[in-house]
């Protein structure tokens, strides 16, 4: 069974940290893209940052130069560093997967990814 667990989410005052992390099982996501998501209250579900297999990457605007996507192939992980966090922050963030390859490879979307983890809780206070 294929899972994707996040942790790593908290409560945290406006300008702080946080460092989310994904865990894979059951198969590995070496080849494939990966990505954190977000979602508010009363709101969509939106991108947030990308990697792809060779480590290229990419950030919606909003948190270009504050969040930083990574990957560990080798321990087959998903991080995403979250410095000077902002009260519009606050969402809870997914992890996702990629399983399979795409002719429409758009890492923006939802429905590019296979996989999601169950999410983690950021609160960010003013």
């Known amino acids: 069974q294929v899972q994707l667990v996040e942790s790593g989410g908290g409560l945290v005052q406006a300008g702080g940290s946080l460092r989310l992390s994904c865990a894979a099982s059951g198969r590995t996501f070496n080849n494939y893209p990966m990505g954190w998501f977000r979602q508010a209250p009363g709101k969509e579900r939106e991108f947030v940052a990308a990697?792809?297999?060779?480590?290229?990457?990419y950030y919606t605007d909003s948190v270009k130069g504050r969040f930083t996507i990574s990957r560990d192939n080798a321990k087959n992980t998903l991080s995403l560093q979250m410095n000077s966090l902002k009260p519009e922050d606050t969402a809870v963030y997914y992890c996702a997967a990629q399983g399979r390859s795409r002719s429409n490879n758009n890492l923006f979307l939802l429905s590019t990814y296979d996989y999601w983890g169950q999410g983690t809780q950021v609160t960010v206070s003013s």
């Open positions: 990697i792809r297999p060779n480590h290229v990457t």
